[in-house]
């Protein structure tokens, strides 16, 4: 059982930065960020395999976010800089208890977090 709690969240003007955190308990070698807009489709912005620290992109954030874990902490975190108007979703953390890295496949991960709103505005 693996437990996800998000936070972080808010409002911020185009071109600033937040950061988004993710406490989880239990065993999770794959965790990832996914986000979804009103009337868009899931879509996966950052995986981190957290035996190994491996890190694992979305196009459409590469170069602006960046993934990271504290271990003592049981904590992901997700660095957003240079916010868009287009990156305005729900985010969500997500976690696959299983043995491997699922990247952004989001079928395979079988544990998610209630979700922290990240509006951008221009």
């Known amino acids: 059982q693996v437990h996800l709690v998000e936070a972080g969240g808010g409002s911020v003007q185009a071109g600033r930065s937040l950061r988004l955190s993710c406490v989880y308990s239990?065993?999770?070698?794959?965790i990832a960020w996914f986000r979804q807009a009103p009337g868009k489709e899931r879509e996966g912005v950052a995986s981190?395999?957290?035996?190994?620290?491996?890190?694992y992109y979305g196009d459409s954030v590469k170069g602006r976010f960046t993934v990271s874990q504290d271990n003592a902490r049981n904590t992901v975190y997700l660095r957003m800089n240079t916010l868009k108007p287009e990156d305005t979703a729900m985010y969500f953390c997500?976690?696959?208890?299983?043995?491997?890295?699922?990247?952004?496949?989001?079928?395979?991960?079988?544990?998610w977090g209630q979700g922290t709103q990240v509006t951008v505005s221009s």
């Open positions: 997500a976690a696959d208890s299983r043995s491997g890295w699922s990247l952004l496949n989001p079928r395979r991960y079988n544990y």
């Open positions: 239990g065993y999770a070698p794959s």
């Open positions: 981190i395999y957290t035996e190994r620290g491996s890190t």
